[in-house]
């Protein structure tokens, strides 16, 4: 018998030994609660789910010696169902009711004895699905030096084996992959690159430029190798000791003249000049000439390796009076300090008018087309016959250069005793 309905016949008992203060029947209510798989006996009549209610009248159990009156009202709650209907993955296992359910096990029903909220049992229906697990290989060579990741685990030639479990990396999303992991190491090829080159020459290996100033250096080529591999080459040059100058620039004024003379560090075999020299051999340096205008050249120089070696020189022509006049001097002195006069240099053809005035105003020499350089051509210091009086002059000189152009100078001088 159930406790509860045990419970309950011994509440009727009690009830029907109290004492009754009354002549009239007592009546009493039972209400109560149980599960559909429960059955209780009131006055020796059953009480289940399909009769949960009913009147029971207990002859003389009053204490006054009345009858008992028992209304019986009772309800019985039906067991929870509960279904258990999940797609999982191969190798899980679920557990109901301690009962383990895998990929070899999908199906039953468990009972849970007073597993219900309301102390019922609870009934589940399983029905499981279990879904494949993707296994995945990945057999390939890798090169030394690579690395390869797997589920974010670092494979290399000296790690080539291995099992991954990639959480949800089937293709439906749920369950777990499978990756075997098998490499296959293979050697990286290695190369020397030896050369001599010429002392301006370069090579370029894999986009870096080798030169004078960058000889050595290892190179990895992507994917060179025969087998997809990359390829080291190590880089060894040494540079010819040649070398060619032609000297720093020059600055002269107009006219002047001036030499190009090659220097070599070489045995020149051939020369070239840009722009072209009268005279390409080498029996005709140093070049000498007078410069009119900016000019520039370039050489060159082959020796008997086949090296070329090049150098430029630029001659800067200024356009400025390369002239010079005394800031003093004596009518009574020795030749030539005795005159006044204006040396130039050759950009100056001629002094076409010179003028000589002293603090006045008053001028005291003026000739037209002297030439400079000539100091029987200058002032010889007389004026009105007679030596001119000691002080300060000024002279005004009209110079023609020899390109036709002319141009105008000043300046002051003193006159001494």
């Known amino acids: 018998m159930h406790y509860r309905a045990f419970r309950f016949i011994l509440a009727v008992l009690l009830f029907c030994g109290l004492a009754s203060t009354t002549l009239n029947a007592q009546v009493f209510f039972l209400r109560d609660t149980f599960c559909n798989n429960q059955l209780i006996v009131v006055n020796n009549h059953l009480y289940g789910p399909g009769n949960p209610s009913g009147t029971e009248v207990l002859p003389g159990a009053a204490s006054n010696g009345t009858d008992s009156i028992v209304e019986v009202r009772l309800v019985f709650f039906q067991p929870v169902m509960l279904r258990l209907d999940q797609t999982l993955c191969e190798g899980d296992t679920v557990w109901v009711n301690q009962i383990p359910y895998h990929a070899g096990f999908t199906l039953g029903t468990e009972i849970i004895e007073g597993g219900a909220a309301n102390g019922c049992d609870s009934i589940i229906d399983v029905n499981l699905r279990f879904l494949e697990t993707v296994t995945y290989k990945i057999e390939q060579v890798i090169c030394e030096g690579d690395t390869l990741l797997v589920n974010g685990v670092a494979y290399d030639a000296y790690h080539t084996t291995g099992t991954e479990v990639v959480t949800g990396g089937a293709p439906n999303g749920q369950c777990d992959s499978i990756i075997q992991v098998r490499l296959t190491p293979a050697p990286l090829p290695y190369s020397e690159r030896t050369d001599t080159l010429c002392p301006d020459t370069f090579l370029m290996i894999n986009g870096r430029r080798y030169d004078r100033n960058n000889r050595y250096g290892l190179e990895i080529l992507p994917n060179a190798a025969a087998n997809g591999c990359d390829s080291l ?48 051999s080498i029996d005709c340096l140093p070049y000498c000439k007078s410069f009119f205008a900016n000019e520039q050249y370039t050489l060159d120089a082959t020796d008997i390796s086949g090296c070329v070696l090049r150098d430029d020189i630029r001659i800067a022509v200024r356009k400025e009076p390369p002239v010079y006049a005394p800031t003093a001097f004596q009518p009574g002195a020795e030749w030539p300090n005795n005159y006044f006069f204006l040396s130039a240099g050759a950009g100056i053809a001629g002094i076409k008018h010179l003028q000589i005035a002293n603090r006045w105003g008053e001028v005291v020499f003026d000739k037209s087309g002297t030439a400079p350089n000539t100091p029987s051509e200058g002032w010889d210091g007389n004026w009105r016959g007679k030596t001119a009086p000691p002080g300060v002059y000024i002279f005004w000189a009209n110079l023609e250069w020899i390109d036709g152009s002319t141009q105008v100078i000043s300046g002051s001088f003193a006159l001494v005793h």
């Open 233 to 280: 080459v190590n880089v060894r040059l040494t540079f010819r000791e040649l070398w060619l100058s032609l000297g720093d620039d020059l600055d002269i004024a107009l006219g002047d003249s001036a030499c190009i003379t090659p220097l070599f560090g070489m045995q020149p075999v051939d020369l070239y000049w840009s722009p072209p020299l009268p005279c390409t």
